[in-house]
């Protein structure tokens, strides 16, 4: 095992020798501690015929093993006053639980044994084919989902960020428990998967428990690389999704840089002055973006009812978004026009300097109250180090920090260019069939 220690961040890490990494720290604010294991790989790691696998595998791994039968986690874990979840996403899938401190080893051996000893019984499985159908069309009820996915497939022609977490529904429906297994055997291992605790522990015995409990397991295969590069885009895309409901939707998706890229930190300030703040916390409501520029020029002047952008730290390039929400009166012309206008307005004059100053503020606050549970700390650590690296979490403020009012002009000139979006629109249709 190979240990190493960032004592300016009182972050230790160490290695085991099936190459699992452990990232450990330490807190005394309360008697609590979270676990988390991260596994490298979601949906970009999906090809057209199994989209939706990793997502599927995810619940799958509930499903019970010989130590742990189907509904022992559960009890488990409430009869010792904790909590415990699961997700999947573009480029991981992550589980986790938040327990007393004393009781924090029974996390540990959970994820040690779901890691190579989960059954995936034939009948779970077709069970879990209905469970996860339904899930999916949950999400059709959500004209913003149907739209999402939509701009989301024609924005990408290669690359498997093409698709939702949630998967084609034809390849929910012919997918197999063998193609689930194999699935499971080839990505959840010790080599392509991350420790993350942080909690009222010591961070070296903890270390030493990670090590006693997951270093017997065996490595897995060599992680099939993705190895898709999608194609500079040369024009505007546009997508139209009709469906049931009375209120339009607007989506503008722009190609943008991956997190590790300079470019990405600019365009976070950018996207603060555009959109409002940013949450950083795993399960909290996002942050009040009244005073932001698309705010005040769309809401404000009573064009639309809501707007908002999204800009996520991904492995490979993915999209900067914006969405928009009409009121039944609304132009949707007029409404597109001045959206366009308002990005043209930051590409042509940049942004002020009090905008610039309150962008590095409200993300310099976001940040620090993120922090304030063990949860969001291991959250953030270890969605940092699957999608870049530690330092990538460790500098985030400095980064974002280092950030020129010049740099974030011209990433808004380089990446807000029209030849680069697809613009996708919800016409509803009063009556129409589900």
Same mark, same amino acid.
């Given at each position: 095992?190979?240990?190493?220690?960032?004592?300016?961040?009182?972050?230790?890490?160490?290695?085991?020798?099936?190459?699992?990494?452990?990232?450990?720290?330490?807190?005394?604010?309360?008697?609590?501690?979270? !676990?988390?294991?991260?596994?490298?790989?979601?949906?970009?790691?999906?090809?057209?015929?199994?989209?939706?696998?990793?997502?599927?595998?995810? =619940?799958?791994?509930? %499903?019970?093993?010989?130590?742990?039968? %189907?509904?022992?986690?559960?009890?488990?874990?409430?009869? =010792?006053?904790?909590?415990?979840?699961?997700?999947?996403?573009?480029?991981?899938?992550?589980?986790?639980?938040?327990?007393?401190?004393?009781?924090?080893?029974?996390?540990?051996?959970?994820?040690?044994?779901?890691?190579?000893?989960?059954?995936?019984?034939?009948?779970?499985?077709?069970?879990? +084919?209905?469970?996860?159908?339904?899930?999916?069309?949950?999400?059709?009820?959500?004209?913003?989902?149907?739209?999402?996915?939509?701009?989301?497939?024609?924005?990408?022609?290669?690359?498997?960020?093409?698709?939702?977490?949630?998967?084609?529904?034809?390849?929910?429906?012919?997918?197999?428990?063998?193609?689930?297994?194999?699935?499971? +055997?080839?990505?959840?291992?010790?080599?392509?998967?991350?420790?993350?605790?942080?909690?009222?522990?010591?961070?070296?015995?903890?270390?030493?428990?990670?090590?006693? *409990?997951?270093?017997?397991?065996?490595?897995?295969?060599?992680?099939?690389?993705?190895?898709?590069?999608?194609?500079?885009?040369?024009?505007?895309?546009?997508?139209?999704?009709?469906?049931?409901?009375?209120?339009?939707?607007?989506?503008?998706?722009? %190609?943008?840089?991956?997190? *590790?890229?300079?470019?990405? !930190?600019?365009?976070?300030?950018?996207?603060?002055?555009?959109?409002?703040?940013?949450?950083?916390?795993? /399960?909290?409501?996002?942050?009040?973006?009244?005073?932001?520029?698309?705010?005040?020029?769309?809401?404000?002047?009573?064009?639309?009812?809501?707007?908002?952008?999204?800009?996520?730290?991904?492995?490979?390039?993915?999209?900067?978004?914006?969405?928009?929400?009409?009121?039944?009166?609304?132009?949707?012309?007029?409404?597109?026009?001045?959206?366009?206008?308002?990005?043209?307005?930051? /590409?042509?004059?940049?942004?002020?300097?009090?905008?610039?100053? %309150?962008?590095?503020?409200? *993300?310099?606050?976001?940040?620090?109250?993120?922090?304030?549970?063990?949860?969001?700390?291991?959250?953030?650590?270890?969605?940092?180090?699957?999608?870049?690296?530690?330092?990538?979490?460790?500098?985030?403020?400095?980064?974002?920090?280092?950030?020129?009012?010049?740099?974030?002009?011209?990433?808004?000139?380089?990446?807000?260019?029209?030849?680069?979006?697809?613009?996708?629109?919800?016409?509803?249709?009063?009556?129409?069939?589900?």
């Amino acid at each position: 095992m190979r240990k190493n220690t960032m004592s300016e961040n009182t972050i230790q890490t160490a290695t085991l020798e099936n190459g699992l990494r452990i990232l450990v720290k330490e807190t005394h604010h309360a008697p609590v501690a979270t !676990f988390w294991v991260w596994y490298g790989v979601g949906s970009r790691n999906e090809v057209q015929g199994k989209t939706g696998i990793s997502h599927w595998v995810e =619940h799958m791994m509930f %499903k019970g093993t010989e130590r742990f039968p %189907k509904g022992a986690i559960d009890r488990e874990i409430a009869r =010792h006053g904790g909590m415990f979840n699961a997700m999947t996403w573009l480029d991981f899938t992550a589980y986790y639980a938040v327990l007393p401190a004393p009781n924090i080893q029974l996390a540990l051996d959970i994820e040690a044994d779901r890691m190579v000893n989960s059954a995936f019984l034939p009948e779970e499985v077709e069970a879990e +084919r209905t469970v996860i159908l339904s899930e999916r069309h949950m999400y059709e009820n959500y004209p913003s989902f149907r739209l999402s996915e939509a701009v989301q497939a024609v924005a990408f022609f290669v690359h498997p960020y093409h698709h939702e977490t949630i998967g084609w529904e034809s390849d929910l429906r012919t997918m197999t428990r063998d193609d689930l297994y194999a699935h499971y +055997r080839t990505y959840y291992t010790p080599n392509n998967a991350i420790a993350v605790a942080i909690g009222d522990f010591n961070a070296n015995e903890m270390i030493d428990r990670i090590a006693e *409990t997951f270093g017997r397991l065996p490595r897995g295969p060599e992680v099939p690389p993705v190895r898709f590069t999608e194609p500079p885009q040369n024009g505007e895309r546009r997508i139209t999704v009709h469906g049931p409901g009375s209120t339009r939707y607007l989506q503008a998706a722009y %190609k943008a840089p991956s997190a *590790t890229s300079d470019d990405w !930190f600019a365009l976070a300030v950018l996207d603060t002055v555009l959109g409002g703040p940013e949450s950083f916390s795993l /399960r909290g409501p996002a942050p009040n973006a009244r005073t932001s520029r698309l705010y005040r020029a769309l809401v404000d002047s009573g064009l639309v009812a809501s707007v908002s952008s999204s800009l996520i730290p991904t492995i490979d390039p993915f999209l900067y978004t914006f969405h928009v929400t009409l009121f039944p009166t609304s132009d949707p012309q007029v409404v597109e026009n001045r959206l366009f206008e308002e990005l043209e307005r930051v /590409r042509a004059e940049g942004i002020t300097e009090e905008e610039y100053q %309150k962008a590095l503020k409200q *993300t310099r606050a976001q940040f620090a109250f993120s922090m304030e549970s063990v949860a969001n700390q291991a959250y953030w650590l270890g969605f940092a180090s699957t999608i870049a690296d530690t330092d990538w979490f460790t500098s985030f403020i400095d980064r974002f920090s280092r950030v020129t009012r010049e740099d974030v002009q011209r990433v808004a000139q380089t990446y807000l260019s029209p030849r680069q979006r697809t613009v996708g629109w919800y016409i509803p249709e009063e009556g129409a069939a589900q």
